[in-house]
């Protein structure tokens, strides 16, 4: 019933390169909301961007939104090592649906 | 401050056993929510609790799994006559707010459960 697809599943980068993951949905969105999860600190919540947004910058993070295309992309700048985790775009309509994940590996 | 917790991180039962994991939230969140992650998948909700009420259980998988917040403080999930597909991470989130959206959500370490 995981309503967000992520792709792609596993990215593979060098440390200081740019990540770039894309999630897609299928119904309307109060928000939508990007998850990291590594084994040290759990499920992390990074960033949210409301449906009436476009756009949303937090440190090296970048969240867009496309509602007509029902997308959403998210892009780390400058990666670094402590990047590697899982990443999961989740929606919020009544109640949060998380996609399966994107696996990050950014090799120092 | 301190985060939100769980007890116990692991957890072994047989096939049938009762189980009851531990939820505590972040002091003065109203809201506390319920999730099972399989392995390789991402969180799936299970229910949400505003104070001591239980407003969602649409996820609950069947009736073997209860959960309750009495206080509106400390939550307990409990699956009884455990299966081998009930084996998964629980993780619990508190938020500050009423309601869900627009509400970020924090997140527990976990309990991994393994079924036998």
């Known amino acids: 019933s995981q309503q967000g697809e992520e792709d792609p599943q596993a990215l593979s980068i060098q440390e200081g390169e740019n990540a770039t993951m894309n999630c897609s949905y299928k119904?309307?969105?109060?928000?939508l909301q990007w998850y990291r999860q590594n084994s040290g600190r759990g499920l992390v919540h990074l960033i949210l961007?409301?449906?009436?947004?476009r756009e949303k910058h937090s440190g090296r993070l970048r969240v867009t939104l496309d509602t007509s295309k029902k997308s959403s992309s998210l892009l780390i700048t400058a990666s670094r090592a402590a990047d590697t985790a899982s990443y999961f775009c989740?929606?919020?309509?009544?109640?949060?649906?998380f996609g399966k994940g994107i696996t990050l590996s950014v090799r120092p | 401050g301190a985060g939100v917790s769980q007890s116990p991180r692991y957890k072994v039962a047989k096939r049938g056993q009762d189980v009851a994991l531990r939820c505590d939230p972040i002091?003065?969140?109203?809201?506390l929510f319920w999730y099972q992650q399989a392995l390789g998948q991402g969180p799936e909700f299970l229910t949400y609790?505003?104070?001591?009420?239980?407003?969602?259980k649409s996820g609950l998988p069947s009736d073997r799994f209860f959960a309750e917040r009495p206080e509106g403080s400390v939550s307990t999930l409990k699956i009884q006559r455990t299966q081998q597909e009930d084996s998964a991470v629980y993780l619990c989130?508190?938020?500050?707010?009423?309601?869900?959206?627009?509400?970020?959500?924090?997140f527990g370490p976990g309990t991994r459960l393994t079924v036998l």
């Open positions: 989740a929606t919020d309509a009544r109640k949060l649906t």
């Open positions: 119904t309307s969105i109060n928000n």
């Open positions: 961007i409301r449906s009436n947004e």
């Open positions: 002091s003065g969140h109203v809201s």
């Open positions: 989130a508190s938020s500050l707010l009423r309601g869900i959206v627009y509400n970020e959500q924090f």
């Open positions: 609790f505003q104070n001591e009420a239980q407003l969602d």
